[in-house]
């Protein structure tokens, strides 16, 4: 074996390790990394910048947080998790859907089997950030489909960036069906990716009525960034077994609550 391949051996078994240290021990240091692998500080942060664009760690100011199950986003093909449970919360956002005029939805494993179940007989417009979303929509003749543009992120397969804000910001839709990855009475609703959280903020502005469809795995979670409160919503449709102080916390705060 020849060196070079030796040693990216070594440095992928590397940042294996320190990514599992992250996760066992709630977070790294650059310093102490450098000192277990007798490597530089240096290597150590282009380490970190390798997993931080892998979506296994999240930087922070000498080292970097895992991105665990607080932080971790859905793959487009991880729907079987809390399957039964999105579906439950697909089939109610049904009754959220006007007999007319636009709606707005976003990517996401649930909005993508509320996009199944949606009625395809009415006449609506339908912007989408969800590449697959659009794709499963766009064969329906009585739906005029849009997409937003930007840049197309690996993990979801949703647009987000500048197109897609620009794109954002000149429509106000009727309705708009959302996902988040983490709703808490904290700290509101949560995401992992600063883009997707500057996207998400936007989508709250661009609608006249907000249906949040959010499993019970995302209730009581708190990701890094926050784009909104619970006040913004105007419909959470949610699993009955989540966090109930959550849910005291919904209802106390406007929005209607419906529980599958």
Do not use: C
Not at 33 to 52: H, I, K
Not at 148 to 156: A, D, S
């Amino acid at each position: 074996m020849h060196m070079a391949e030796m040693e990216r051996l070594y440095a992928e078994e590397r940042r294996f390790a320190i990514a599992r240290a992250a996760k066992e021990d709630g977070r790294v240091e650059v310093a102490s990394l450098a000192s277990r692998f007798g490597v530089s500080a240096e290597t150590v942060r282009q380490d970190l910048n390798n997993l931080q664009s892998s979506g296994l760690v999240r930087r922070v100011h000498g080292g970097a947080i895992p991105v665990d199950r607080l932080l971790f986003e859905e793959s487009v093909g991880d729907r079987t998790r809390y399957s039964a449970e999105k579906n439950a919360i697909a089939k109610a956002a049904v009754a959220s859907v006007p007999a007319s005029g636009a709606i707005f939805i976003e990517s996401g494993s649930t909005s993508m089997m509320f996009a199944e179940h949606m009625p395809k007989d009415r006449e609506l417009t339908v912007f989408t950030n969800s590449l697959p979303i659009a794709l499963f929509l766009a064969a329906e003749p009585a739906l005029t489909v849009l997409t937003l543009g930007g840049r197309v992120r690996p993990v979801t397969l949703g647009e987000v960036d500048r197109f897609a804000i620009r794109s954002l910001q000149e429509i106000q839709v009727d309705v708009a069906f959302l996902g988040t990855n983490g709703l808490s009475a904290s700290h509101g609703l949560t995401t992992p990716d600063q883009t997707e959280a500057d996207f998400k903020r936007e989508t709250l502005r661009s609608a006249n009525h907000r249906v949040l469809l959010a499993d019970r795995s995302k209730v009581g979670t708190v990701a890094l960034w926050r784009y909104g409160s619970v006040e913004d919503l105007d419909v959470v449709i949610t699993n009955a077994g989540a966090d109930e102080a959550i849910l005291d916390h919904v209802k106390a705060s406007g929005p209607k609550l419906i529980l599958v």
